[in-house]
């Protein structure tokens, strides 16, 4: 599945990405007009330049003793000059030019107005009749730099507008979606079987619609689940009384009949509703485990719970269970000790049923307070174990068994934040199978350790 993207990230950058697009349009749109209008003020400039140059020609070459001798114009200083400019007949005979004017750069055949050579502007006028011209250059280069640096100093503000932006982009996203960040974190925060309702002000318009729905689909769920608890724990707790007294008139009924097939019959119901017992009682803890009280106030030490619930099982059991605690005399966690016993016989009990008869059963809890319970026996075929942890599914053992014991474990872990994980072969063997449970370590001041 792909991740999704944060939409104050989307947010602040398509604001900002679309802000510098927009400035960028804006500064070529300038660019274009200071461009037109530069390259009319040019124009204007070598039309004025010419209007003005011509009368002051046609004067000194009036006045020559040979008019049609060619002569340069003397620069007051030697300067670089922009605008070149020759002064012809109508024959094309060179009668004036600047000291800087290259002929080759103009015409062949004066002519007036302007035109444009590959590197040149150019503008002719003309007098007296059209026997004298003028033709004045510029070079197109001087156009284009003046250009460049119109589109420079545009755009030289966007180098300080595009992290300007993107700051205050980002910062008014993040203050418009507070509360909305606050929101998500209200549900991140929220435990597994926590269902009441996420309590939340000053949701924008767009987002309230959406957590008051949220929340509708919360006490939705809460009292579904809650009716399904409450019939699962009254059906098995209903239950109880009148197994227990057909259980117990069943067993009287095999002590009085004779030797035949009616103590055997009687002796396969007693079997049958001894299993329907257990069958109530592990629904009794699945409605536990799907309830609240997995979690205690105060964190408690895993330690002295394990070592009392696996010393009861040793003692009904034969002492198949081998138990190995921590160097350290303390493990806490916040699992309530009710959830932590009914998780801890469940996982003996089917390591006890469906493990080896003659293999011990290895129960150990670390410092990083992690429980491993392993049991001898053939490995479990993976596409099985994936599956054990579901209600009512078994393994391929001929052994009796309800098939909620996994599922009881796996629904309290889950309801204290606890990783389960299944393993076959056990670690380190060839064989067997072997239960990891992850319990959240819970740190605790020396207050909360001794003050009771």
Known sequence: MKPSSSLQKRLGLGLTLGMTLLWLAATVGAWL????????????ALEETAQRILPLAVLEISNRESPRDAQHVAPLKVHKEYLTYLVRDAKGEILMQSHDAEPKIFRSQPAEGFSTTEKYRLYGASALRETVFIEIAEPLGHRREAAREALVAL????????PISLFGTWMLVRISLRSVLAYRRAVEARGVGDLSPITMTHLPAEIAPLAEAVNHLLERLRKTLEAERSFTANSAHELRTPLA???AQIQRLRHEAPEGPLRLRAAKIENSLRELTRLSEKLMQLAKAEGGGLLSETPQDLIPLLAHVVDEWNHSSGQRIELQLPAQTSV???IDPDAFAILLRNLIENALKYGATDQPVEVSLTDQALLRVVNGGPPVPEPVLQSLTERFVRGSSDTSGSGLGLAIAKTIAQGVGAKILLISPATGRREGFEVCVWFPLASITDTQRYGK
């Not at 007009?33 to 204007?44: I, K, M, P, T, Y």
């Not at 755009?155 to 595009?162: F, T, W």
């Open 33 to 44: 007009v200071v461009q037109h209008e530069l390259n009319e003020a040019f124009d204007s």
């Open 155 to 162: 755009l030289l503000p966007l180098l300080a507008l595009i």
């Open 245 to 247: 007294a057909t259980l």
């Open 332 to 334: 806490y966690s916040t």
